[in-house]
């Protein structure tokens, strides 16, 4: 759910920041949260009247501002039973089953250190130079014979600029044909544990330079422990 919650997070904070007028926005979210101006002052060690005009307008929101504001919400909601979360986490569920882990990092990440973090090796006859923004991890098998049409595209779009790892993996073949056919492609994807990797998936995966690791780790539960590990040393 950690992973849900961040998505969240960020579509309450890209709203607050889009909009023309970030202080009504920030009203509308703190009422949507059902949190009073003076319960959120308490919480954020502030006093009423700076909630007040900030919500007015006098006052200009900087982005480390926003982020507590945002995670204030979340925390608050949180003592009391994710009430609020629980409903607006309802627009997500649909690829819930398809995804076992997301997140970003806080800075770029190159293909060596992801390497290193999930004990893995690269096949590739050759590495592009690219970044890794973040990472997402799904069962390969389920997503690739449940998901259909729009289904399979909104899962793309979890996939732009993070590292795709996919578990349940036989030979890679599989994902590497529906990634073939897909507008959107990840920089790198992560295998666990093939049987064997089969040529045809690395030599889709070279023709669309993307980067394949395969990771020896006996549990797919370790390569997210590492990646997040990972995230949690590169925070600046």
Known sequence: MDYLIETLAKRILGDIGWSSSPGSVMKKW???????????????????????????????????????YVRALIEIDASKGYKV???????????????????????????????????????????????????????????ITSLKGMEFYQLLNFMIGRAVIFTNVSSGRSPMIALKIAPIKPPLVIFHRPVRLDPLALLLAEKDNIVVVVSTFTKAEDITKRIRSLAQSVKV
Do not use: H
């Open 85 to 143: 979360i629980n409903e607006l986490l309802k627009g997500y569920t649909l690829m819930l089953p398809y995804i076992d882990d997301l997140g970003d990092f806080s800075v770029p990440i190159g293909v060596d250190e992801i390497v290193t973090a999930v004990n893995g090796f690269i096949p590739n006859s050759f590495i592009p130079e690219v970044k890794i923004y973040g990472w997402m991890v799904t069962d390969s098998v389920k997503a």
């Open 30 to 68: 703190r009422e949507a949260f059902q949190i009073s101006q003076g319960e959120l002052a308490r919480y954020l060690g502030i006093t009423q009247s700076v909630i007040a005009d900030y919500e007015r307008g006098r006052r200009n929101p900087g982005v480390e501002f926003l982020r507590k």
